[in-house]
Every structure is written in structure tokens, then in C-alpha cells.
T-cell receptor, first 114, second 117 residues
């Protein structure tokens, strides 16, 4: 089955700096890669996703890149703000099949220092 | 996205008892999923709740321990049976938005934080 590895486990940055979180996946058939943000005491919130037919996607300060050949994808947050502090999870799955379970990475705790 | 609520938000239970967690969505959805998140850990899929048929369980999870109901397109329950301290976790339901034909874009409820003494 799919295995998703996520690095780093913790990340501390100064407000205004950029943050990058990286994930690798094992199943070359995976074609859908979402990122979730989980704040303390809340459920994960989908913040951005990418499908395998594109290499990059942006939404304001957030961007995700995908390298299918290397089987890795990354989350980039620019101009970080204290409210970006949370745990971030990457995930991978195969769309358009009978079993589309998301496999999650282990999470990255991001701390943005004001 | 859909608005998802869960009840209870948290509970403290004695070992050997059972707890039923409810998940309510404000719109009809094709698929509902139940996840477990152990303290400080990632999310693990327990099962997919299918409307009109039995739930589909992932490896390591069985119906006797985690019975699931899905009576309609907006509601599901997960029961954690014969609880032990190892069942202490956050239990999350998630849904896929109806009409998109893909149940990969999953949106999560706020979770139920369960502590078993």
C-alpha cells in the first residue's frame, strides 16, 4: 500500500519568513495530493491540493509543487504569520478507483515566531 | 465544502463501556469516512460508511469493535465498543462533497476527543 513520509516533524520560523514542508510517496499510481492544516482542538482543514496533471498550484501565500518522477511534493508558505502556526499534514491517494482512501503523512508542527 | 458537526465533542469513559459518536452534515454527501487520530499522531482511516450497505473497514479495524451506521446521506455514527485506555484518541468523521464524483476532496468534522480511564 501507499506510504507517505513527511519532513520536518517540527519547523520554527520568524514571522515574514517562508516555510517549506516536504513529503514523499511510494505508490506511483497516486495522483491526488492534498494538504491539511490542523489547529489545536480542531479537525483538519483542507488548505490546498494538487493533482498529478499539474506541477504547481498557488493560492495567495500558499503553493504546492509536485515532482511525479521523484515522487515528492512540497508545501510552501510565504510571508508567514502567527496564525499560520498549526500542524500540517500531507496526504496522497488514487482518484477514480474503487478505493480512494487518503494516506496521511506524520505531520509537521509549524511555529511562527512573532 | 460542507458543514460537519460531531457529538459529543469530548467524553471521558470507563474501560469496558461503549460510546457512540454522531456525525451530521448539512448537505447530502456520497461518502462518509471515520478516522482515528491518536495523541500527537497522524490520521488513520478506520472505515468508509456506505449509505445502504455495510461499512468497509481498513486493515486492523473490525466491525465488532467499531460498528458503524449510515441511515441516510447526511448522518453516520461510529461506536467504540468495549473500550480500553488504548482507544483514547480523537475520532474524526470526514465527507466528500456531493456532486463532484470524486471522494478524495475530504472535509473533516471538529472531532470527538475520547479519554478512556
Amino acid at each position: 500500500g501507499e506510504n507517505v513520509e513527511q519532513h520536518p516533524s517540527t519547523l520554527s520560523v520568524q514571522e515574514g519568513d517562508s516555510a517549506v514542508i516536504k513529503c514523499t510517496y511510494s505508490d506511483s499510481a497516486s495522483n491526488y495530493f492534498p494538504w491539511y492544516k490542523q489547529e489545536l482542538g480542531k479537525g483538519p482543514q483542507l488548505i490546498i491540493d494538487i493533482r498529478s496533471n499539474v506541477g504547481e498550484k498557488k493560492d495567495q501565500r500558499i503553493a504546492v509543487t509536485l515532482n511525479k518522477t521523484a515522487k515528492h511534493f512540497s508545501l510552501h508558505i510565504t510571508e508567514t504569520q502567527p496564525e499560520d502556526s498549526a500542524v500540517y499534514f500531507c496526504a496522497a491517494s488514487i482518484e477514480d478507483t474503487g478505493r480512494r482512501a487518503l494516506t496521511f503523512g506524520s505531520g509537521t508542527r509549524l511555529q511562527v515566531q512573532p | 465544502s460542507a458543514v460537519i458537526s460531531q457529538k459529543p465533542s469530548r467524553d471521558i469513559c470507563q474501560r469496558g463501556t461503549s460510546l457512540t459518536i454522531q456525525c451530521q452534515v448539512d448537505s447530502q454527501v456520497t461518502m462518509m469516512f471515520w478516522y482515528r487520530q491518536q495523541p500527537g499522531q497522524s490520521l488513520t482511516l478506520i472505515a468508509t460508511a456506505n449509505q445502504g450497505s455495510e461499512a468497509t473497514y481498513e486493515s486492523g479495524f473490525v466491525i465488532d469493535k467499531f460498528p458503524i451506521s449510515r441511515p441516510n446521506l447526511t448522518f453516520s455514527t461510529l461506536t467504540v465498543s468495549n473500550m480500553s485506555p488504548e482507544d483514547s484518541s480523537i475520532y474524526l468523521c470526514s465527507v466528500d462533497p456531493v456532486g463532484r464524483g470524486s471522494y478524495n476532496e475530504q472535509f473533516f468534522g471538529p472531532g470527538t476527543r475520547l479519554t478512556v480511564l
